[in-house]
């Protein structure tokens, strides 16, 4: 029997909780499988329809961790049938007590403290007393070590996709009226925020707009940068070619995607925050999508420079700019997204979930 341990998980919209499920979702066909996650709006119904066991936890978040720790180790007393406890956080085993096999996943942004910090201190204390560390990326495996993990017990595993279902003829319809006949057509799928770097897209559309008046770049998501953008779309004189999305379900945002011809997510170091992979270039790529994603990060184990897309600069203006233009020139995304589509199939849960079997 396997554990998971999670803070993230559906009905919860998000990478993480995407990556949560489906991994729940494929070991639940090997073995016997429990999870415990926190509490969430509207679980009840989700967590009748799946075919294993989901504890939920709530309270206030302080508090939470501790009576889920509780929980879990009062558990695990009683149940010597564990294999496996797999958590998506390494705060999500900081308080378990227990000699049980242990394997904790990283990325980027939860690990990028300073070196003897006292977050560096705790993080390692548990990462460097897990049995396996499965890191979401080459660049968060080396990033890492940098901090301090032991690289012995690092494993590379990037997240899983699912097959995409067929989309309905009246979603592709309803993203037809939404584009309003415009080409090309760029998009971005993710939260508003600095490192997702939408506006140097934006400043890039602005120079784009002389040679393709009819470009339009799709935003999809929220976040505290959306006002700024906006505001930055009507200073440049581009508001029309900039389109903001939210709220908007997911055939209607896989229809989008389908409909488009350029994913760009030049992603770059803000802070602390950091891309440590970028899932959403692999679901564009299920679309015959190809991708611009950003030097800094993870992106490079998603997009294969040249082929899939190209990896560039984020934060350099020229770079991003190029980058558009190599693939609008002679509609070369048209190749690339060939080539993506075929090198996604590498990403579905039934090919990741081998890697996991192997530690397991």
């Keep these: 029997m396997n554990l998971i341990i999670t803070r993230s998980f559906p009905p919860g919209i998000g990478g993480m909780q995407n990556l949560m499920w489906g991994l729940s979702n494929q ?54 049938n564990i294999k496996n406890i797999i958590a998506d956080h390494w705060k999500s085993l900081e308080k378990i007590k227990t000699d049980k096999k242990k394997i904790c996943l990283i990325h980027s942004k939860e690990i990028n403290h300073n070196k003897n910090s006292r977050l560096n201190k705790r993080l390692l204390d548990v990462l460097n ?44 319809i309803k993203a037809e009226d939404i584009l309003l006949n415009k080409q090309p057509r760029l998009i971005t799928v993710s939260r508003f925020e600095r490192r997702k770097n939408h506006e140097k897209v934006i400043m890039a559309i602005r120079n784009l707009k002389q040679i393709y008046p009819n470009i339009i770049y799709i935003c999809i998501g929220y976040g505290e940068e959306e006002e700024k953008l ?103 995304y048209i190749e690339f997204g060939k080539l993506a589509k075929e090198e996604s199939k590498k990403f579905l849960w039934s090919n990741i979930i081998e890697k996991y079997r192997r530690i397991l």
């Design 129 to 172: 007393n897990v049995k396996i560390v499965v890191s979401n990326s080459e660049f968060t495996k080396n990033l890492a070590i940098e901090k301090g993990v032991n690289p012995e017990i690092i494993t590379v595993i990037n997240p899983g996709i699912s097959p995409v279902n067929e989309l309905e003829k009246k979603d592709l």
């Design 230 to 332: 906006k505001n930055l779309s009507k200073e440049l004189g581009v508001q029309d070619q900039v389109l903001f999305l939210n709220n908007i379900g997911q055939d209607l945002k896989n229809a989008l995607l389908s409909k488009s011809n350029i994913f760009i997510m030049p992603s770059i170091v803000y802070k602390k925050s950091v891309e440590g992979f970028g899932i959403a270039f692999v679901e564009a790529a299920q679309f015959g999508v190809p991708s611009i994603g950003g030097a800094d990060g993870g992106a490079n184990d998603a997009i294969i420079h040249n082929k899939t897309g190209l990896i560039c600069d984020g934060n350099n203006l020229d770079a991003v700019y190029s980058s558009l233009i190599q693939l609008l020139e002679n509609k070369n």
């Design 27 to 80: 070991l639940a066909k090997i073995d016997m499988l429990k999870v415990f996650a926190d509490h969430d709006l509207n679980h009840e119904d989700f967590d009748k329809k799946v075919s294993f066991s989901i504890e939920r936890v709530g309270g206030i978040k302080f508090f939470r961790k501790y009576r889920k720790a509780y929980l879990i180790n009062e558990y695990l007393k009683t149940n010597n």
